[in-house]
């Protein structure tokens, strides 16, 4: 044990080193707290977001919500066909971006990629594919080859090729090497080492993560209507342009309603798989 | 490879029963993917018709068309400060109901229910159902688009904010308990400390989707780099639009960079 | 004073320990059902400890030693029985927990650390019952709180690593740092529950020794549940077994035969597993 004095010296010098240890921290937070209220009222004032104005909005949010209330559950009946198109354009997306992507996640990945310089091309493509948006697709592809719900698919399926190639290469990077090694010891083919020692090891959280890219695509879908790519989102936005809040707001139940099936569903194959 | 005995061979082969089962999903799945493609219109004929006039569009995208680059500064520090703006409006909102709502917070079954669903609500609607709502309600401008956003990531963020706080170690909170220091008190000391960290990184991420989808907000006339981005599409000047996709993506990975250095810091 | 006759009572069934003035801690007839009803985890335990004094409580894990410990500051509510802090009941009001547990500190298997904040923070955390709760909005803490913290800290040897975060010690100094949070409380009795179970023996015995030699230094009692009959043996005043909630062994270490053990550890050659968690 520490005799009694020599303790009373250190706790002295603890409670110096501690204060100096204290107004350090105090500064620090000061600073980057400072800092950030800075940030945020300069945003705040480039955008013209303050107080009044959110005030001022309040009543006519109010107002435009009143308009909406009650739904008109009558309308329910015609969005039917347009809540099971927007079903089948997420499906088709996610299943065009899964056959789109089984070749380009190979090339993706460096322990497959034939070359180098084709894993780089193919991750410059792959990051482009992911960084615009599906209604930026969207808007493109109406404009070029009309309206409907053909575009949205493609749409939906550039953005998810993107994402899905890009998680199934890294994935594919992280299997375990001993059975692939056990694989070319056996003299196995790269074809036979991709289906016998990669796709077992990945195969899990692939269904996971396609299961996942579905709930998101329906989302998408949702939405892309309001482009002019189909589905309920479509609805949405001619029903708003007429000014038949009633009819807006059904789509946006539907909406909702749509969002947690799908939510469900995945949530139970989810549990199901893994 | 050598075969054990039980590799394979001694696993129970599927009953007729199971692969009939897996027979009819099968077949059910193709059916409904073959009525889907046709009420999609969506067929071999159709791809080859539209490919080449794609590939024409894509075309013309080339060589892009930097001259648009000046006019850009504006709008891009619009969309950053509407990302910015809606991930603080979407914690302000989502922290409160992620607190209500996180079961080890004991708040009652009634609030608790209330706080989910809200948060079910706002994560449902996407932010540009949100932002053409509060654009018919206050105007076009970013300030709807910073109030979509944040309502639309208030639901997300509470979300995970909830399973943030249901994930944390409650022991530490025990152990003060145990010292006498009161219940807020025991939270400031140990729920606080193990959730923030979480609450910033995932901040930091939401604002990096944030700005992806501020861009997208210009559509519907919420301002921002992605209303010049429409803009041009709609006027056919592809070239241009080419050079503001490319802008797009230098700043959303310039801002992922960012943030994940930030995340580091603050967090590790 | 009837608190004492019926401590001395108890003490001359069970133990000769003498009895030196009023004990710390009574407990009388202590017993735990949980709420379901089928599981007993305590049955009528009943024993005193005194000022200063390091009671070790015996027993395989599923003994209900912790049950036991976590009456005493009332992480669990006793169905049965009373316990008594320096003659005065505790188990009746619950208003008065916060100054009840205030001078009962407690030590946990896994240290309970926040990981996150500094080991000086985490030590005067244990300072939190001494002051408001809008203070705790802002961490902050009088001088004198920081002065005792440091000196809790120094006692365990650990000053030098006061501004480090928690996270970043070892198993054994996280342990000691949890010792100081508790010595910080300036507490009259320590519990300390399973306190080297996740710990190497050779750092269990320093964290033991750390335990005994502050606490016999400032004249705390511990109460203190092991697994582990050398440990009991080496470090422990008084021992009392406890085998399925129940009492049956309450006397000086140098009287635990091996037919007791046998007793509390229900020692069949397949049981032994259980005498370890």
């Not at chain 3, 269990?204 to 009991?232: M, P």
Request: aromatic share 8%; charged share 15%; with cysteine.
């Amino acid at each position: 044990m520490t005799p009694a004095s020599s303790i009373g010296a250190a706790v002295a010098d603890g409670l110096v080193r501690e204060a100096a240890w204290r107004q350090r921290r105090i500064i620090k937070w000061v600073v980057i707290t400072a800092i950030c209220l800075f940030v945020l009222w300069l945003a705040a004032w480039r955008i013209g977001l303050n107080f009044v104005s959110m005030l001022r909005g309040l009543p006519h949010m109010a107002d435009v919500f009143m308009r909406m209330v009650p739904p008109d559950f009558g309308y329910m009946e015609r969005l039917i066909d347009p809540t099971i198109e927007t079903i089948q354009i997420a499906v088709w997306g996610t299943l065009l971006a899964v056959i789109a992507s089984a070749p380009l996640c190979l090339l993706a990945a460096h322990n497959t990629t034939p070359h180098p310089v084709i894993y780089s091309i193919t991750r410059v493509f792959l990051n482009l594919l992911r960084s615009i948006n599906e209604l930026i697709y969207a808007l493109i592809l109406v404009s070029a080859v009309g309206l409907g719900p053909y575009p949205g698919v493609l749409a939906i399926a550039l953005h998810a090729t993107g994402m899905l190639a890009k998680f199934v290469a890294e994935e594919i990077e992280h299997v375990n090497r001993g059975p692939i090694e056990a694989l070319q010891a056996a003299g196995a083919g790269r074809m036979q080492i991709i289906l016998m020692g990669i796709l077992p090891q990945v195969l899990p959280s692939l269904v996971g993560y396609i299961l996942y890219r579905f709930d998101v695509s329906i989302r998408s879908a949702t939405v892309l209507g309001l482009v002019g790519a189909g589905g309920l989102g479509f609805s949405l936005i001619t029903t708003m342009k007429m000014f038949r809040y009633h009819e807006t707001a059904a789509s946006i139940v539907m909406i909702i309603l749509l969002i947690m099936l799908a939510d469900w569903i995945s949530g139970r194959l989810q549990k199901r798989i893994l | 490879m050598s075969h054990s005995g039980n590799f394979p061979l001694e696993q129970p082969s599927l009953t007729y029963f199971g692969k009939a089962k897996f027979l009819a999903y099968t077949l059910a799945a193709a059916i409904f993917l073959a009525w889907s493609a046709n009420s999609l219109e969506l067929n071999a004929g159709e791809l080859m018709r539209s490919m080449p006039v794609i590939g024409r569009y894509i075309a013309r995208m080339f060589p892009p068309d930097w001259t648009v680059l000046e006019g850009l500064w504006g709008p891009t520090l619009d969309t950053l400060c509407i990302a910015l703006w809606g991930t603080v409006i979407a914690s302000i909102i989502g922290l409160p109901l992620g607190i209500l709502a996180a079961k080890n917070m004991h708040s009652p079954a009634v609030i608790r229910v209330g706080a989910l669903t809200i948060l079910n609500i706002l994560r449902s609607v996407s932010e540009l159902i949100w932002a053409i709502f509060f654009v018919a309600a206050v105007g076009l401008g970013p300030f709807p688009g910073a109030l979509a956003l944040g309502v639309n990531f208030g639901g997300i963020l509470g979300r995970l904010y909830a399973e943030a706080i249901e994930n944390i170690d409650p022991k530490p909170h025990e152990a003060l308990r145990a010292t006498g220091a009161n219940h807020v008190q025991a939270i400031m000391f140990s729920v606080i400390p193990q959730v923030l960290p979480q609450i910033v990184s995932y901040n930091l991420y939401w604002f990096e989707v944030g700005v992806r989808s501020a861009t997208v907000l210009g559509m519907i006339g919420a301002g921002g780099i992605g209303f010049v981005l429409v803009t041009t599409i709609r006027l056919y000047e592809f070239q241009e639009t080419a050079a503001i996709l490319l802008v797009i993506l230098v700043l959303v990975t310039i801002i992922d960079r960012a943030s994940a250095v930030l995340r580091r810091a603050i967090v590790g | 004073m009837y608190m004492e006759k019926e401590a001395a009572l108890n003490v001359a069934k069970s133990s000769p320990h003498e009895t030196s003035g009023q004990p710390i801690i009574s407990i009388r007839n202590v017993g735990k059902t949980y709420a379901n009803g089928s599981v007993v985890a305590l049955s009528n335990a009943s024993f005193d400890v005194q000022r200063g004094e390091f009671v070790v409580i015996l027993g395989p894990s599923g003994a209900g030693k912790s049950t036991l410990l976590r009456c005493v500051n009332r992480l669990a509510e006793p169905t049965q029985g009373k316990i008594f802090l320096d003659g005065k009941e505790i188990t009746e009001n619950a208003r008065e927990l916060r100054e009840v547990r205030r001078h009962i500190g407690m030590v946990f298997q896994h240290f309970n650390l926040v990981p996150r904040l500094s080991v000086l923070m985490n030590v005067l955390s244990g300072r939190l019952s001494y002051r408001s709760t809008w203070r705790s909005f802002f961490y902050s803490f009088t001088k004198e709180d920081r002065a005792i913290a440091l000196e809790c800290l120094e006692m365990v040897a650990l000053g030098h690593k006061a501004f480090q975060r928690a996270s970043t010690l070892s198993g054994g100094e996280q342990q000691r740092v949890a010792i100081a949070r508790a010595l910080a409380q300036k507490p009259t009795v320590i519990l300390a529950d399973e306190p080297v179970a996740s710990l190497d023996p050779k750092i269990a015995r320093q964290v033991l020794t750390y335990l005994k030699e502050v606490t016999h230094s400032l004249g705390i009692s511990v109460i203190c549940n092991l697994h582990q009959i050398d440990f009991a043996r080496e470090y422990a005043d008084r021992i009392v077994g406890l085998c399925d909630g129940e009492k049956i062994f309450d006397g000086k270490a140098s009287e635990l035969t091996d037919n007791i053990l046998k007793k509390i550890y229900r020692l069949n050659a397949e049981d032994d597993s259980d005498a370890s968690e």
